[in-house]
């Protein structure tokens, strides 16, 4: 009852191989549609000014969202090396602190 049943594997077809149902053929309407004639770039779509605006702002913004995220990791690599450079100094001053107060005693 619970044991997986399988299909044999010789009727198993991948989606791919599976034959399609036949189509039938359309019947040409009696006023057909005017289509455009193709142009010369080969049918690529026409944009309208608007859209090539918006595309344009898009590219920009996103320009500018990768820009800011470079800056903001630079100035975290930045905060990181001065707060190690100052950690540095203080712990070479208290090394020579101890040092010295070794030497007096």
């Known amino acids: 009852m619970f044991k997986p049943q399988y299909p044999r594997p010789d009727t198993y077809t991948p989606p791919s191989i599976r034959p399609t149902p036949a189509v039938p053929a359309e019947q040409p309407a009696s006023n057909p549609v ?7 770039l080969g049918g690529l779509v026409q944009n309208s000014p608007g859209t090539v605006l918006a595309l344009a702002a898009g590219g920009v913004a996103g320009v500018l969202a990768l820009a800011s995220v470079a800056v903001s990791l630079l100035l975290a690599v930045a905060v990181t090396a001065v707060a190690l450079a100052v950690s540095g100094v203080v712990l070479l001053l208290l090394v020579r602190t101890l040092r010295q107060e070794f030497k007096n005693h």
């Open 34 to 40: 005017p289509t455009a004639a193709p142009t010369a």
